[in-house]
């Protein structure tokens, strides 16, 4: 299974991005999908996770209200819309395709990583 993920970017504070991260390969519908960022500096951090069929999202607080992730099982991909960019939502961020159906909340339910996406916001 190989993830690419695309749509990083510079933008303005204030502005908006959407992720994707296509799966390709042996691939199914039926386990969870999610969005890693890594700052520099710092260690990966959990953003948001969803589950196999898209009924089921998880987020984290800092990004809660501004990011949503969503998925079409009929493309094998996932997005992640983030709105009202912040500097400090400067980072690499990587998707994650799961092992299992729930959404994806923490790394150890990652089976694939993808390989990264820069996006840097502007003050």
């Known amino acids: 299974v190989q993830l690419q993920a695309s749509g990083g970017g510079l933008v303005q504070a204030g502005g908006s991005l959407r992720l994707s991260c296509a799966a390709s390969?042996?691939?199914?519908?039926?386990?969870?999908m999610g969005w890693f960022r890594q700052a520099p500096g710092k260690e990966r951090e959990f953003v948001a996770g969803?589950?196999?069929?898209?009924?089921?999202?998880d987020y984290a607080h800092s990004v809660k209200g501004r990011f949503t992730i969503s998925r079409d099982n009929a493309k094998n991909t996932a997005y992640l819309q983030m709105n009202s960019l912040k500097p400090e939502d400067t980072a690499v961020y990587f998707c994650?395709?799961?092992?299992?159906?729930?959404?994806?909340?923490?790394?150890?339910?990652?089976?694939?990583w993808g390989q990264g996406t820069q996006v840097t916001v502007s003050s």
């Open positions: 390969g042996r691939t199914s519908s039926n386990v969870g």
């Open positions: 994650a395709r799961g092992k299992y159906s729930l959404r994806i909340v923490k790394d150890t339910d990652v089976n694939y």
């Open positions: 969803i589950n196999w069929s898209g009924s089921n999202t």
